[in-house]
């Protein structure tokens, strides 16, 4: 039976800003900066987040960002964004701040963008409640050097921002992990905990790469599922997967939603929790990738329970708001598990 996941309490600890800005809500920057000639309606903005392949999708999230003009913009983004958490009951989320696009093409200052966009975050917790924190994300493709001169800019921000992470996307097929080392080394050093994309598109040396890093978290990840020892190296060194299993059908990573491999780091053990990733340019939302996993992947509705709260488990938080969110969410999700006949996990 379908099951709406909406109002069950979540995290989201894997989605970027950018990739997030709801399609009419970037039809109002189009407007706003009169370049209706490449996209004259809400309808054309939809239709262009559609993918050949990832290297495809990497170029339209190029085009998403152009229209991030002013500081404003971030911070119109940033609270457009957060409302749709809220809409779906996530009480906690992390989402990152591109600073490769933005800064390389756009020619933004770092500092004011990520300023912006935490105006717009505190004013949706001051409104709605939710629990916000700040990614620092970089791409592989701008190199090492851009991403260590980004965390520089970014330092004095520190105790003005809730910055909780440094993370990195981009072309992973194409820059191999061993020559960011210094990068990461840089943001442990700066006290940031760590998440890094690694096996969404290359095979399982590229998660082996990134677990040199020493990450907390790990992006996808998903084709650690084609090595035993992999799956058995996450679990023992207790680093969580963010599986995007829309995002994945959608850049070509798993040829079919069917096929995806969650259900096999599930059953090996490997630490998982559920985010969307891009859900504006993918069609998505957390609640939805829930309902996927259920309904296409076959997962029982008391392991998703349990992975919403891993969500809280693994989220990049203090402990005192982990406690806090952790003994209500036992309490709210126990109600939701009982209303709907599903087995609240233990
Ligand atoms: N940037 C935005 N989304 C991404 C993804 N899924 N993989 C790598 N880089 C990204
Ligand atoms: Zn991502």
Redesign the pocket.
């Known amino acids: 039976m379908p099951i709406d996941f909406t109002s069950l309490p979540k995290t989201e600890l894997h989605m970027?800003l950018e990739?997030s800005i709801p399609v009419e809500a970037l039809f109002a920057l189009v407007k706003k900066h009169n370049r209706l000639d490449e996209a004259p309606s809400v309808e054309h903005v939809r239709r262009r987040y559609e993918f050949d392949d990832f290297a495809h999708f990497?170029e339209v999230?190029k085009w998403t960002v152009s229209f991030l003009k002013t500081v404003d913009d971030y911070e119109f983004i940033a609270y457009e964004v957060a409302r749709t958490l809220v809409k779906q009951n996530v009480w906690f989320a992390e989402i990152m701040v591109?600073l490769g696009n933005s800064v390389m093409y756009g020619g933004h200052d770092p500092v004011a963008i990520v300023r912006a966009a935490w105006r717009g975050f505190k004013a949706a917790e001051v409104r709605h409640g939710i629990r916000i924190r700040v990614q620092i994300a970089a791409?592989r493709d701008h190199g090492a050097d851009f991403s260590l001169d980004r965390l520089r800019d970014i330092e004095p921000l520190m105790g003005e921002v809730d910055i909780c992470a440094f993370n990195m996307?981009?072309s992973?097929h194409v820059h191999p992990l061993p020559q960011f080392a210094k990068v990461f080394r840089r943001a442990h050093d700066m006290g940031l905990k760590v998440s890094v994309?690694a096996g969404?598109v290359s095979g399982p040396q590229d998660v082996y790469d990134a677990l040199d890093l020493h990450p907390q978290r790990i992006?996808?990840g998903i084709r650690s599922a084609l090595d035993p020892m992999l799956m058995d190296d996450l679990k023992r060194r207790d680093v969580a997967l963010e599986v995007?299993p829309v995002?994945n059908e959608c850049?070509g990573a798993v040829a079919r939603l069917a096929d995806h491999p969650l259900p096999r780091l599930i059953q090996a053990g490997v630490p998982v929790t559920l985010s969307s990733?891009?859900p504006a340019m993918f069609h998505t939302s957390v609640s939805r990738e829930y309902e996927v996993a259920h309904e296409v992947l076959g997962i029982d509705t008391s392991t998703l329970v349990k992975i919403a709260r891993e969500g809280f488990r693994r989220g990049f938080m203090d402990e005192a708001l982990r406690k806090e969110l952790l003994q209500k969410f036992d309490q709210e999700a126990r109600h939701w598990c009982n209303a709907r006949d599903i087995v609240f996990p233990e």
């Open positions: 970027h990739g990497l999230y591109g791409g996307g981009g992973e994309h969404e992006g996808h995007c995002s850049t990733d891009d």
